[in-house]
């Protein structure tokens, strides 16, 4: 018994065994993240951002319930819709800055990317570069500020639907509704009247095989649709305009006070 005791101890051996890991040189996890940024952005470094304000991009195809080609470069709603509750919720989080460059796409996924935006309790701007086309418009107007570049182009139609089609009243009833949705939320988030939107969404001289409007840079300020023509500098330094007033909305219900300069 004593013997058997001695051959088998109770607990392996420890630390002597297993000398202490070397510690990982710096420089090698810098080489590391540097290599991540070439990879996933083309650049070498990323530069800070301010900790209050969020950027959120929409680009190319919002896509809804069916995923897009893979071919398709596309903004998925699973994942900005997690990121508005975040800036929702995070109180460092101080305003939002939304950056559209998108061809549209699934109009529940747009509608629904789109009320959310509409719905925070934060400042927030939009930027349309490049493109709002379709659902992006009700995107771009969500905000608290539009603003659009001056070779930006917005393109206003009516909804398509694809696969199946039945040829019965019931669908156009429902290709109405569907309609009235985005008309209902433009007319509200913009000031662009619901009798101009319609005239725009059906013409038939602009397109050459399509129905609808195309609005460049200043003609889609003129006609209320977004609020002014700027790039990065005027959206930015709008979000922060919002940004300081919200601060001083929030002292005065708090009962304090501020000195604006």
Do not use: C, W
Not at 53 to 69: Q, R, S
Not at 98 to 119: F, P, W
Not at 132 to 149: E, K, Q, R
């Amino acid at each position: 018994m004593y013997q058997n005791e001695e051959k088998t101890p109770a607990t392996p051996p420890a630390a002597p065994s297993q000398p202490d890991a070397p510690v990982t040189p710096q420089p090698k996890l810098k080489l590391k993240s540097t290599l991540e940024h070439v990879k996933h952005v083309g650049t070498h470094n990323i530069p800070d951002m301010p900790g209050n304000i969020h950027y959120l991009t929409i680009i190319g195809h919002i896509e809804g319930h069916m995923v897009a080609p893979p071919q398709n470069k596309s903004t998925k709603y699973e994942h900005i819709i997690p990121q508005l509750i975040a800036v929702e919720e995070n109180p460092r989080i101080e305003g939002l800055l939304t950056i559209l460059n998108t061809v549209g796409g699934d109009v529940e996924a747009g509608l629904a990317i789109a009320e959310m935006i509409a719905s925070l309790s934060k400042p927030t701007v939009s930027l349309v570069l490049g493109g709002g086309h379709s659902i992006g418009v009700p995107l771009a107007t969500a905000s608290n500020y539009s603003f659009i570049a001056p070779t930006a182009t917005m393109t206003i139609h009516p909804i398509r639907m694809n696969g199946l089609v039945i040829g019965v009243p019931q669908t156009f009833k429902y290709f109405q509704k569907m309609q009235d949705r985005i008309i209902q939320f433009v007319t509200r988030t913009s000031k662009m009247s619901r009798d101009v939107l319609i005239r725009l969404m059906n013409e038939t001289d602009e397109i050459a095989n399509d129905i609808g409007t195309i609005l460049i840079g200043k003609e889609a300020v003129a006609l209320g649709l977004i609020d002014e023509v700027g790039g990065i500098k005027e959206a930015m330094k709008k979000l922060e305009q919002l940004i300081e007033a919200n601060r001083s909305k929030k002292l005065e219900l708090e009962g304090g006070s501020v000195n604006l300069q």
